[in-house]
Every structure is written in C-alpha cells, then in structure tokens.
C-alpha cells in the first residue's frame, strides 16, 4: 500500500487526470440513469405503481394493449373468481377546458377496485400536473363524444400513462365517449394468479409494460447508453494501467530482481484502482444527488439511492476486471530482460 500511495503522490496530474475522467463519466452515467427512471415514471407510474400481478388480453390483439377485448361473461367470471381482480381499459384522450383550450390525457376507467381509482357519473380524477395546466376541483371538462359535462372531484399523484396525465372516469361514460361495450383488460395481483387463462394472452407486469411502444424504445435506448459507460470505465482503467505498466517494464524488474512479489505488485495495482475509484464515485455520486434535488421541476428526473449504488457496485466490479487484465503482463515480466529494455 505504502508503494500504491507514493507512486500516487509522485505521479499526482497522471491519476488525477484518470480520477477526473472516471469523476465524469460515472456522473454522466448517474444522471443517464435518473432521466431513465424519471422517464420510466412518467410514461408509465399507472402501471409500475401497481402490485405485481398479471395482465390478460386478447390473443387477437396481438399484444396492442388498445386493441384487446375481453368478452362480457369472460371477464365476469375473473372478476368475481379471483379476489381483487378487475377489468380496465386505457385509452388515449383529449378534455376541452373552460377557456376551450384541448387538454391530452389518457382516460382510465375499471370496475370496483382497491388499485384503480373508482369515480361516479360525471365525475373525473386528474394526475396532479394538470393544476400546473390552470385546472382546479370543481371546474368544468367537456369532451366532443360525450353529451354531458365532467366536474373535476380532485387530484391524484404520479399517475402517467404514455407522457400523458391519467383521467379516471365512470365506466358508463367510458363506454359513451368510445362507442364500446368490452373492456380491454383483467388485472390480477398477487404471486397466485393464474399464470393461463383460456382464451386469454396472461403478461406479467414487466411484460406489459414491454407492449407499452414508447416505454420500450425510450428505456432500452438509455439503458444502453449507461451500460457503454459502464463498459468505456472498465477499458479507461485497463488502458491507463497498461500503458503505465510499459513505461514501468525497467522498474518492475529492478522490484522482482531484488525479491518483491508478483503478487505485491498485483496489490499495489489495485490499492492504486480502489483509492481513484471510491474517491471518483464518491465526488460523482454527491454531485448526482445534489443534481436530483435541484432538477428542474418539468424534468423527469429521478435517481435513488439504490440505482447509485447498484450502478457503483458495477463500476467498481468492471474497473477491477480491466485493471486486472492489464496487470496480467507483470506476471510475464523476466527481471533481466526487464532491466536491460529500461536501460535501452
């Protein structure tokens, strides 16, 4: 350790510069991470903020969740067999304010249940952004296909489908406004639920949100791009390590040559990884944190303490691989021949 430390000392702007490149990119990959999540969120808070469960569609559909129709007498034997199940459909929307301005929502409704909201006749529950839209409770929505009005009962928190603010409404004025008589899905929570039902396409809720098009394009975009990151940290270190590894061929044979272990070396190697790493994420990791909590307010940014470490457990596993694999040419170094190349 002793080494690790004076060769740090010695080489200050050499592993400083390495520090500052890993200080940026694990920042980078941190706040690629928070959009990822925010945006998950955002798309779809209606979804992930259920229980687990499984989602049933018709076959028929072929997975467009929109599509899909559950037959009448189907989805009440579900209902009423399965404790908690419920039938919903989800359907994208617009709502007229009082200035007559269109405002897009998606509108949900369900029958009785403990997960979704339950709204009467001419009632409607609105995802809480569209206060920041001039709506207030008690104000009057009007949609073109349905003949009477909306009153706005109240507000509900983080509650997002596809980008777009959820509006929970009356099953019977659900069916007005869309000219149907089906609903599109069965939800049932719990680890119990059948993982089959007859006539029915079963999803988890993992999978469903895969059918979801712009939540799959958007997150396994953004998860490719932390995962490169992750992968250019571990190449950063097994490049850096390398090349002072070349630079040091003369040194380390005078060290072997005068009865230092290869596995002292090795350990200097990673003494060095482990203090540039921890201090590296240590900076970006509060950087991260201090940027989660002065992010704009439109921003859909959400990063917790638990995806920052996870994502720290990796950068550290992947900078130990590549330094390590750059540090397999000291087990091949020959003292003499070492000596000899240093003094060329």
Same mark, same amino acid.
């Given at each position: 350790?002793?080494?690790?430390?004076?060769?740090?000392?010695?080489?200050?702007?050499?592993?400083?510069?390495?520090?500052?490149?890993?200080?940026?990119?694990?920042?980078?990959?941190?706040?690629?991470?928070?959009?990822?999540?925010?945006?998950?969120?955002?798309?779809?808070?209606?979804?992930?903020?259920?229980?687990?469960?499984?989602?049933?569609?018709?076959?028929?559909?072929?997975?467009?969740y929109n599509l899909?129709?559950?037959?009448?007498?189907?989805?009440?034997?579900?209902?009423?067999?399965?404790?908690?199940?419920?039938?919903?459909?989800?359907?994208?929307?617009?709502?007229?304010?009082?200035?007559?301005?269109?405002?897009?929502?998606?509108?949900?409704?369900?029958?009785?249940?403990?997960?979704?909201?339950?709204?009467?006749?001419?009632?409607?529950?609105?995802?809480?952004?569209?206060?920041?839209?001039?709506?207030?409770v008690g104000d009057?929505?009007?949609?073109?296909?349905?003949?009477?009005?909306?009153?706005?009962?109240?507000?509900?928190?983080? %509650?997002?489908?596809?980008?777009?603010?959820?509006?929970?409404?009356?099953?019977?004025?659900?069916?007005?406004?869309?000219?149907?008589?089906?609903?599109?899905?069965?939800?049932?929570?719990?680890?119990?639920?059948?993982?089959?039902?007859?006539?029915?396409?079963?999803?988890?809720?993992?999978?469903?949100?895969?059918?979801?098009?712009?939540?799959?394009?958007?997150?396994?975009?953004?998860?490719?791009?932390?995962?490169?990151?992750?992968?250019?940290?571990?190449?950063?270190?097994?490049?850096?390590?390398?090349?002072?590894?070349?630079?040091?061929?003369?040194?380390?044979?005078?060290?072997?040559?005068?009865?230092?272990?290869?596995?002292?070396?090795? %350990?200097?190697?990673?003494?060095?990884?482990?203090?540039?790493?921890? %201090?590296?994420?240590?900076?970006?990791?509060?950087?991260?944190?201090?940027?989660?909590?002065?992010?704009?307010?439109?921003?859909?940014?959400?990063?917790?303490?638990?995806?920052?470490?996870?994502?720290?457990?990796?950068?550290?596993?992947?900078?130990?691989?590549?330094?390590?694999?750059a540090s397999l040419?000291?087990?091949?170094?020959?003292?003499?021949?070492?000596?000899?190349?240093?003094?060329?």
């Amino acid at each position: 350790m002793n080494l690790a430390i004076k060769e740090i000392k010695k080489n200050k702007v050499r592993f400083l510069i390495l520090g500052s490149i890993v200080f940026l990119v694990s920042l980078l990959t941190f706040i690629i991470s928070g959009l990822a999540n925010g945006l998950s969120q955002d798309n779809a808070s209606l979804i992930k903020d259920l229980p687990e469960g499984q989602f049933y569609m018709n076959p028929e559909a072929e997975e467009i969740y929109n599509l899909s129709r559950i037959n009448s007498s189907l989805q009440e034997e579900l209902v009423n067999d399965y404790k908690d199940a419920t039938a919903l459909s989800i359907q994208m929307g617009f709502l007229n304010d009082r200035n007559g301005k269109q405002q897009s929502v998606v509108f949900v409704t369900s029958t009785e249940s403990n997960h979704f909201n339950d709204v009467k006749d001419g009632e409607i529950l609105l995802d809480r952004s569209m206060e920041d839209k001039g709506i207030k409770v008690g104000d009057i929505l009007t949609n073109p296909q349905f003949r009477g009005e909306f009153i706005v009962k109240g507000f509900v928190d983080q %509650t997002k489908f596809s980008h777009a603010a959820v509006a929970f409404i009356n099953i019977e004025n659900y069916k007005e406004i869309y000219k149907v008589s089906e609903m599109q899905l069965v939800f049932i929570p719990k680890e119990d639920s059948p993982e089959e039902i007859t006539g029915l396409q079963s999803f988890s809720k993992q999978e469903f949100l895969k059918t979801i098009p712009s939540y799959n394009a958007e997150q396994m975009t953004l998860n490719m791009i932390v995962w490169f990151l992750v992968v250019i940290s571990g190449m950063l270190f097994a490049i850096f390590f390398y090349m002072m590894n070349v630079q040091k061929i003369g040194l380390y044979g005078i060290l072997k040559a005068i009865g230092l272990k290869t596995r002292r070396l090795f %350990t200097m190697m990673w003494t060095q990884f482990i203090f540039i790493t921890i %201090t590296s994420l240590a900076l970006s990791i509060a950087f991260s944190q201090g940027f989660n909590t002065i992010a704009p307010e439109g921003m859909p940014f959400s990063l917790t303490i638990e995806t920052t470490l996870i994502l720290s457990g990796v950068f550290l596993v992947i900078g130990f691989i590549g330094t390590s694999i750059a540090s397999l040419q000291i087990k091949k170094i020959e003292p003499l021949q070492a000596i000899q190349q240093g003094e060329m």
